[in-house]
């Protein structure tokens, strides 16, 4: 039982550059979220998600793009990566009617 | 909107001594949780004790220990015994009991544990 994994663990990229970060849990979890965490900041709620198909926006949703196809995966997409993106990004799931989230080791993004 | 403040940006205590860590939140909700975590330099969140805002009762957990005041919206963390491996981040977090969205988090305190 893998809990929540997080791919990658570190990367680098241009401003202007594309990617997805990849996160998939294995507990049947419906809910799913994304945050970002700067210094000095505590997790601020980017994306979440209550089941496969639906998605809603957090608190920070500007320049990211989240889809579920499954129940297992919840992808974070920078479709053209800024500076200010640069962050520690974190997934994490929750059952329904939990109310304990589990989160993923993080991934830490830098945007130059 | 919910808010979670933490006045205190940095604690420092002597291992083995005790420490309380500060936390208040604004919310207009009765049905809600309170939440410590834990982040070591590792980075990985770690659920240190959790709150349910219909228990009268501080949760306990170990040498970790709340004391939830509802009428003040105040939820601080009292670690006893304090060890080294209590060096680290520690977030208040926030979550509405009937909202399908995710945690509010305090800024954090930096807790440091001297020998």
């Known amino acids: 039982n893998a809990g929540v994994t997080q791919t990658p663990k570190f990367q680098v990229l241009k401003t202007g550059q594309s990617m997805t970060l990849q996160c998939a849990q294995d507990?049947?979890?419906?809910?799913m979220s994304w945050y970002r965490q700067d210094p000095g900041m505590g997790l601020r709620l980017i994306h979440y998600?209550?089941?496969?198909?639906?998605?809603d926006q957090g608190e920070v949703p500007n320049g990211y793009n989240v889809s579920r196809s499954t129940t297992e995966d919840f992808p974070l997409r920078l479709l053209s990566a800024a500076p200010s993106q640069t962050s520690v990004y974190f997934c994490?799931?929750?059952?329904?009617?939990?109310?304990?989230?589990?989160f993923g080791a993080g991934t830490r993004l830098s945007v130059l | 909107a919910q808010t979670v403040t933490q006045s205190q940006p940095e604690m420092s205590v002597q291992e083995a001594e005790t420490v309380t860590l500060s936390c208040t939140y604004d919310?207009?909700?009765?049905?809600?949780?309170l939440f410590w975590y834990k982040q070591p330099p590792s980075r990985q969140m770690i659920l240190v004790i959790r709150?349910?805002?219909?228990?009268?009762q501080n949760a306990t957990e170990n040498r970790f220990s709340v004391n939830f005041q509802k009428a003040a919206k105040s939820f601080s963390l009292k670690i006893s015994d304090s060890q080294l491996g209590d060096a680290a981040m520690y977030f208040c977090?926030?979550?509405f009991g009937g909202g399908a969205d995710g945690l509010t988090f305090g800024k954090g305190t930096h807790l440091i544990i001297q020998p």
């Open positions: 994490a799931s929750r059952e329904q009617g939990g109310y304990i989230q589990y």
């Open positions: 507990m049947n979890h419906e809910y």
């Open positions: 998600s209550v089941g496969a198909g639906i998605t």
């Open positions: 919310t207009s909700e009765s049905d809600y949780y």
């Open positions: 709150q349910e805002a219909y228990k009268q």
């Open positions: 977090a926030y979550t």
